[in-house]
């Protein structure tokens, strides 16, 4: 069974672009979860989706938006690219909101 | 205002000894606590969990001890192994288990020595 694909793996952006990440989940699996991780930070929840529709939303600013398609892929979107966000993003797939979640290896944004 | 400490960036063990990993949290509606494991260039992979009914859960070499009083939990692996060598996570969840919303503390790196 393949795992949480993200693409891309790598990204080098400037500031004040816009990035899309993806995130394909494990087959079978409906909710999606995004994180943040930077090194001072460590890991900080961005969203979380189920069936399309976002359950919750962590505290980031409004620049970072996700979706949610039909069949559980998930994209999220970064406007307006500040360097701070230079980070590794990571998505987590679960069948449900209440099951054991697996990431996928993440993308590694830098924004100069 | 972090609600899940991990007070310690790093630890460094002998092989066959005993590592604890430690892990603070603030707040009280936490009722679900995870351990995740992660390598370089890899997405956290899920280690062990414990719901706050419990005060003790073990799988193999890990055991997680749950201390609620003391808003407190600690990962103990015996005995320690090169291959554990990774950075720790610990995570908390206030939905009953919902593991979709977590907050992760900020982690430890272990380094187990041969």
């Known amino acids: 069974k393949a795992g949480v694909t993200q693409t891309p793996r790598y990204l080098i952006k400037t500031r004040g672009q816009q990035v899309t990440l993806s995130c394909s989940p494990i087959?079978?699996?409906?909710?999606v979860s995004w994180y943040q991780q930077t090194p001072g930070q460590g890991l900080q929840f961005l969203f979380e989706?189920?069936?399309?529709?976002?359950?919750n939303k962590g505290n980031f600013p409004g620049r970072f938006s996700g979706r949610q398609f039909s069949n559980s892929r998930s994209e999220m979107n970064v406007s307006t690219l500040e360097l701070g966000d230079s980070a590794l993003y990571l998505c987590?797939?679960?069948?449900?909101?209440?099951?054991?979640?697996?990431f996928g290896p993440g993308t590694r944004l830098t924004v100069l | 205002d972090q609600q899940v400490k991990q007070n310690s960036p790093s630890l460094s063990v002998q092989e066959g000894r005993i590592s604890i990993l430690n892990c603070d949290y603030t707040?009280?509606?936490?009722?679900?606590f995870l351990w995740y494991k992660k390598y370089p260039a890899e997405g956290p992979t899920f280690l062990i969990s414990?719901?706050?009914?419990?005060d003790k859960n073990e799988d193999g070499r890990f055991t997680v001890f749950l201390n609620k009083s003391a808003k407190h939990l600690s990962l103990h692996i015996v005995p320690s192994q090169p291959g554990d060598s990774a950075v720790y996570f610990c995570?908390?969840?206030?939905?009953?288990?919902?593991?979709?919303?977590?907050?992760f503390g900020k982690g430890t790196k272990l380094s187990v020595k041969p």
């Open positions: 995570a908390a969840s206030k939905y009953g288990g919902s593991q979709g919303n977590l907050i």
């Open positions: 414990i719901s706050s009914i419990k």
């Open positions: 087959s079978g699996h409906r909710s």
């Open positions: 989706y189920f069936s399309e529709t976002q359950r």
């Open positions: 987590a797939s679960s069948f449900g909101p209440d099951n054991e979640q697996f």
């Open positions: 707040n009280s509606m936490f009722d679900y």
